[in-house]
Structure formats: structure tokens, C-alpha cells
């Protein structure tokens, strides 16, 4: 079973998502006229909608499948997120006494979210943890909160924190507190990755969506972290990565699409080398050329000229090369399919013997499709004079 469903869920319980849902709305709407004009518009409308993403997805799994507990997560996400922004942000650029609370809340509620992203990739798909020796990763998790709120909260590092403490021991407290919750994400993963080496049918297909969407997070981790605050860029793809995850979530746990994941996951393996073949390629060049050309003319705006055609010109065999790799290395089967029905389809055009021809095809069917049994039968039909 790859789903926890109830048969007979109480009224309130079925109601409860989609109140949740509307307070969160709610608190969107509120926040979008009063932060507009007091801050970048990317902030006002993009945090709107990852509250929105979350407490949509969490109401339509807890709707659906009431005892997993993914979909309540994302529901108190996307609640927790619209509120404080409402009241964080928003309330703050009118000079409201309350909302300097908001805005220090604001400041070590990403800890909570870290967690929240832990315990999704703890109890994907079935809202349980694998098995009851994982409790310590909850026990884990639990007690690195405890200690990383403190020295979040408390820290001088935030200059407009209304609550400092200048103190060591608070510093302290923040690390190991955060020591500790990365060791339990890291936990989650892996027993992310057990559940996908142990997982055969509808639930592999379930965390390969969300494997693939949490796999975004940490590339544009490594980039939002020295560039969030200097870029729109860094911003916009954290954000979207993050808002990948309970998207991606909330499908695999729906069942919506599954079978479509291994070409998202083909075309995005095939893309993402080719832009950093075709990129490193440009780059390197350019860099080159301007050495070589220097000596002799400005050659600048020609390194640039060349190194654009070179790679407009290396687009259509880098990208088929890029294909064959990632079909041979993480889709095999498919890969091994496509050859041998290339090398069936050559050997018919010279074949003309039926029983020879039976034998291959059965053969092909066999070695591709793989089924328990494959028989052959040919309709004769009486030849009358």
C-alpha cells in the first residue's frame, strides 16, 4: 500500500483543509495591498504563492487521504507562512506595534520549515516512517529545533532583529542546533533513498517525482546562499525550487501523471548537461581566443562572434551525445530495447524465411517486452484450385 486513506473520516476533519486553505488566502490577500510599494514586488507576490502552493497541495492530499500526515504538514506550512507574511511583512510597513513580533518571528521560522521539508522527505509516500527504529531521526529533528530557535531568534547577525543577545553561548546553540537538523535532513534522505531501493511499482514512481523535485533544492541552494540578497535570479529559483517539493509531492501522493515522470526526469538530465556543456563551452572560448587574438586586434567582440557560432554549431551533436549517455547510464532498459529493435528492424530487410522471421520476432518480443510467455501463432488460410 502506498497511501493512508480512511473510510470514515468526520465531517470537521474532511472540512478542516479546506478552511485552512481559505485562511490562507485570506492572508495572502490581506498581505498583497499592504506590502505593495513598500518592497519588491518579487517578494510580495512570489512568498504569496508558495503559501498558496503549500496549503493547496496540503488540502488536497488531507481530503483526500486524511491520515497522512504530509498533507496537515503542508497545510500548517502554507497557514504559518501567509499569516507571517501578512503580519511579519506587511503590517510592518504601516508602523503596526504587533507586527515587530511578526517580523522577529519571521526571522527563525525557516528553521520550522527546514524541519517541515524533513519530516516530508521522513514519511513520503505513506505519511509513516519506514519503520519504527527511525523514531530517533524524529527525536532528532526535534531536539536540534529546540536548540536552533534560541540561537536564531537571539542572533546580532540580523541587524533589524528587535530581540538581540550578544553572547557566545548563543551563537553556540545556533550551530549545534543546526549541526543536529542537518544530520536529521540528511536522515531523511536517506531513508528516502532505502524506501526508493526497496519500492517496486506505484511507489517507485511516487519518489521518483519527489526525488527528482528535491533534487532541484540543492543546486539552487549552493547558488542562493552567497547571492540571494544581491540577486532577483537566486531568489526566484530558490523559491521555485521549494515550491517544487510540496508540488511534486502532492501529485506522487494523488497519483497524477506518474507514468510521465521518467521523461521529465530524461529531458531535464538531457537539457541541464547540455546547457552546462554549451555554457562551459562558451565561456572557455571566449577566454581563449581573447588570449590568443590579444596580441594582435581587439579581439573581444570576435572571440564572442566565434565562440557564439562554435556553439550554435555544436547544439544539434552535443545534445545527441548528451542523449545517448544519459539513455545508456540511467535508463538502460529502455536504451537496450531501442537497440535491439534497431537491430531486428536490419536484419528483416534481408530476411526472408517465416519461420526464421518468427523465431527473431519472438526472440525481440522477449528480450524488450519481457513477458512470462510469448507465443507465436501465423493464420493459414486454404489455397482451393
Request: proline letters at 5%; glycine letters at 8%; hydrophobic letters at 55%.
Amino acid at each position: 500500500m502506498t497511501s493512508v486513506a480512511s473510510s470514515a473520516v468526520p465531517p470537521w476533519k474532511a472540512r478542516l483543509p479546506w478552511v485552512l486553505l481559505a485562511i490562507t488566502v485570506l492572508f495572502v490577500a490581506a498581505m498583497v495591498p499592504l506590502s505593495l510599494g513598500n518592497e519588491p514586488i518579487f517578494d510580495t507576490v512570489f512568498f504569496g504563492l508558495i503559501a498558496l502552493g503549500l496549503s493547496t497541495m496540503g488540502a488536497l492530499i488531507a481530503t483526500r487521504q486524511p491520515g497522512n500526515a504530509i498533507g496537515w504538514i503542508f497545510c500548517a506550512q502554507g497557514v504559518t507562512n501567509g499569516l507571517l507574511e501578512m503580519w511579519g511583512e506587511g503590517l510592518r510597513y504601516h508602523d503596526v506595534p504587533t507586527a515587530l513580533a511578526g517580523y522577529w518571528i519571521i526571522n527563525w521560522w525557516w528553521v520550522v520549515d527546514l524541519v517541515a521539508y524533513a519530516l516530508v522527505f521522513l514519511l513520503f509516500p505513506t505519511g509513516r516512517l519506514l519503520s519504527p527504529r527511525w523514531r530517533w531521526v524524529l527525536w532528532l529533528l526535534a531536539v536540534g529545533l529546540v536548540i536552533a530557535i534560541p540561537g536564531q531568534s537571539l542572533t546580532t547577525d540580523i541587524a533589524d532583529n528587535p530581540i538581540q543577545v550578544d553572547s557566545p553561548v548563543i551563537e553556540l546553540m545556533f550551530t549545534i542546533g543546526m549541526f543536529l537538523l542537518l544530520c536529521g535532513l540528511g536522515a531523511s534522505v536517506t531513508a528516502l533513498v532505502i524506501r526508493f531501493r526497496r519500492s517496486t511499482g506505484l511507489e517507485r514512481l511516487q519518489l521518483k517525482q519527489l526525488v527528482f523535485a528535491a533534487s532541484s533544492i540543492l543546486p539552487m541552494g549552493i547558488l542562493a546562499i552567497p547571492f540571494y540578497y544581491d540577486s532577483v535570479l537566486a531568489q526566484i529559483g530558490s523559491g521555485a525550487a521549494l515550491l517544487t517539493v510540496p508540488v511534486a509531492a502532492g501529485l506522487a501522493v494523488l497519483r497524477y501523471r506518474l507514468y510521465d515522470i521518467d521523461v521529465v526526469i530524461n529531458r531535464a538530465l538531457v537539457y541541464g548537461a547540455l546547457t552546462a556543456t554549451l555554457a562551459g563551452t562558451y565561456l572557455g572560448s571566449v577566454l581563449v581566443l581573447q588570449v590568443a587574438l590579444g596580441a594582435f586586434i581587439d579581439g573581444s567582440s570576435l572571440a564572442v562572434a566565434v565562440s557564439t557560432l562554435t556553439v550554435a554549431a555544436l547544439f544539434r551533436p552535443a545534445r545527441a551525445r548528451i542523449q545517448h549517455v544519459v539513455d545508456r547510464r540511467f535508463f538502460r532498459r529502455k536504451y537496450d530495447a531501442a537497440r535491439t529493435l534497431e537491430r531486428f528492424s536490419s536484419q528483416m530487410r534481408d530476411q526472408v524465411d517465416l519461420a526464421d522471421i518468427g523465431t527473431e520476432l519472438l526472440g525481440v518480443v522477449t528480450e524488450t517486452v519481457q513477458p512470462a510467455h510469448a507465443s507465436l501463432w501465423l493464420r493459414t488460410q486454404d489455397v482451393r484450385p
